[in-house]
């Protein structure tokens, strides 16, 4: 067995095992008798608690251009982006026993998530290594910008690969070993969204990407000796010293500026921990802000690495790019791929000083993309129209009819 197995093998929990001990057995001898009316189920979902994404997207799609299809999205009943996905169709509880059956049952499994299913331990080893078939084809939440070997074919057994920009295919399509056909540069479903929005010229949107090391909630070795505290990290002290920054608050209050900060989903357990004193800062929990509507309305990005700023981009708006520790989440997290930084769709910068000087700059600008930037970014999106969702759905269809 490789390095990598045994790795994943540490992870495993004692719920993990108990799942795939009686579960899944279960689960799967319904399943032999539910497909056989199901074959041509879609089951749709992005993380457990969201509906925002690529998935809610195609769901949407597919639930007012096709009603006649059997498609049905996975989501914390309880979640607060459950009743965007009630409206349009039927739902059914994430790791729920109905959820493992209709998994093991469906014609293909859609998801913006590597894993998409009850439980990412039990069915990554039966897929991974074991060969279990479940047609899963991966819509992403974000274009693939690293050398993010997890997702790798080797590690994934993944059916269909979605991209949103013709770059990123060709990486994929060259380096990450998914057979002929396998991966898809179809444009990602949100995107139909991002046309002829309505921005808010007084608004900006900070939106920092996580740390793994600083990913307490799950079993990740910590490659850097920032103990367990996450008051104490340099992502903490960095990101709080510019939210107080008096500088900052004075610039946006003179100028009736609102700046949201928004950090990365896992990190929102610590949102509380950060501090403003100025009225015109908002700590945005997900909970209360989708990310696509403030993509939309913002005028100005700033964040680190979080490929949100595709989306932006992909709407010809201005980013920046606040890279103090590149270096480090370059050893800790994510390996460099083909996109640079240094020839990207913004200008990057490392220190307090040089961000807040950039903002000034940006508004002064009156937000305007500079030509640069704008001609790389047409250059990176070749396919720039709201058939997305379109596409991916004919694609879908395609796999679905392999298993036939």
């Known amino acids: 067995m490789s390095r990598n197995f045994f790795e994943k093998l540490r992870l495993i929990s004692i719920r993990d095992i108990i799942s795939l001990i009686f579960i899944f057995p279960i689960a799967y001898l319904i399943s032999l008798f539910f497909r056989r009316k199901n074959k041509n189920l879609i089951l749709i979902c ?3 608690k969201e509906a925002r994404d690529n998935g809610y997207w195609l769901f949407k799609y597919i639930r007012k251009n096709h009603p006649e299809e059997n498609v049905i999205y996975v989501i914390d009943l309880k979640s607060p982006d459950a009743h965007k996905v009630k409206e349009l ?4 509880q994430y790791w729920s026993l109905r959820h493992w059956i209709y998994y093991l049952s469906a014609g293909v499994n859609v998801s913006t998530q590597k894993a998409g299913n009850p439980n990412a331990a039990v069915f990554n080893f039966m897929e991974v290594y074991l060969g279990l078939k479940t047609n899963k084809v991966f819509l992403q939440h974000g274009i693939t910008v690293s050398d993010a070997k997890w997702l790798y ?6 059916r269909g690969f979605i991209c949103g920009a013709e770059q990123e295919y060709k990486e994929i399509k060259e380096k990450f070993g998914y057979p002929s056909g396998y991966v898809q540069y179809l444009g990602f479903p949100r995107f139909d969204n991002l046309h002829n929005t309505i921005v808010k010229n007084n608004q900006i949107l900070v939106m920092p990407t996580w740390r793994e090391w600083l990913n307490l909630n799950t079993k990740a070795r910590t490659n850097f000796n920032e103990g367990s505290i996450f008051t104490e990290s340099e992502y903490f002290k960095k990101w709080n010293e510019f939210l107080l920054n008096k500088d900052l608050k004075a610039f946006l209050e003179v100028n009736d500026l609102t700046l949201i900060f928004y950090p990365h989903r896992n990190m929102q357990n610590n949102l509380q921990e ?4 100025s009225k015109n800062i908002i700590l945005a929990d997900w909970k209360k802000y ?4 403030l993509l939309k309305e913002s005028a100005f990005l700033i964040t680190d690495y979080s490929s949100v700023f595709m989306d932006f981009a992909y709407m010809r708006k201005p980013v920046l790019f606040y890279q103090f520790d ?3 989440f370059r050893e800790g997290q994510y390996e460099e791929g083909y996109y640079d930084y240094k020839d990207g ?3 990057s910068i490392d220190t307090l000083d040089e961000l807040i000087i950039e903002i000034e700059k940006q508004y002064y600008n009156n937000w305007i993309l500079e030509d640069k930037y704008k001609e790389r970014i047409e250059k990176f999106f070749r396919i720039y129209d709201s058939k997305n969702s379109k596409r991916v759905y004919t694609f879908i269809k395609e796999v679905m009819r392999e298993k036939e």
Not at 274 to 277: A, M, R, V
């Open 46 to 48: 992005e993380s457990e």
């Open 89 to 92: 169709g039927e739902c059914i």
């Open 153 to 158: 074919y080797e590690n994934t057994k993944m």
């Open 274 to 277: 950060f501090q403003t004193s």
């Open 290 to 293: 989708d990310i696509q509507e």
């Open 326 to 328: 590149y270096k480090k």
């Open 345 to 347: 769709f913004g200008k």
